[in-house]
């Protein structure tokens, strides 16, 4: 059972962020299912995978902070709705820790870049077309950038640093 939960814990925050990636890349949109359903998974998993009630309480009020902050860029017009809660939603998995951070610092880098690449395709995209490579049309037409993608990006880079990857890597142990 144990084995059953660690997979669960260390599979869902990625499939979850993937699903967002290719969503927001096609269509422009996060779906709040998925925010909602990371958030789900975390209350359930979190326990089972022997994070203490106040270990969680913590991830809480680290989602918490990351919601207002995004909800200021939101409201500012600098950060989509979507992006938002699913920053929210990857944070509770981070919890209130320096992995928190490392993953915030990576999706800032992380997104810069996919910004720049998107706005370079964005600008040539008479040239890459005409090279047969295909490219979505919401990529090339739409005025927003799919940060979903980078949100995924770094959560893939830095999923390995959060506290409840390390308690589920220890069922295999």
């Known amino acids: 059972m144990a084995e059953v939960v660690a997979v669960g814990a260390l599979s869902t925050l990625p499939l979850l962020l993937a699903l967002a990636a290719f969503n927001d890349l096609f269509t422009m949109t996060i779906p709040n299912r998925i925010s ?34 995004c909800f200021a860029f939101f409201a500012l017009n600098v950060m989509g709705g979507g992006d938002a809660k699913l920053l929210t939603a990857a944070a509770v998995w981070y919890g209130w820790d320096y992995s928190l951070l490392t993953f ?25 077309m005409a090279m047969g490579i295909p490219l979505p049309a919401s990529l090339v037409t739409a005025k927003k950038i799919p940060y ?14 959060a506290p409840i990857y390390s308690m589920a890597i220890k069922a295999f142990y």
């Open 36 to 69: 909602v359903a990371g958030v789900i998974a975390f209350i359930l998993l979190a326990p089972l995978s022997g994070f203490a009630w106040s270990a969680i309480g913590f991830s809480f009020l680290a989602a918490l902070s990351v919601f207002a902050v």
């Open 104 to 128: 915030m610092v990576a999706v800032g880098f992380i997104g810069g870049a996919v910004t720049l690449v998107i706005l370079l395709l964005r600008s040539q995209a008479n040239s890459v």
């Open 148 to 161: 979903g993608v980078a949100i995924a990006i770094a959560g893939f880079l830095t999923f390995h640093q």
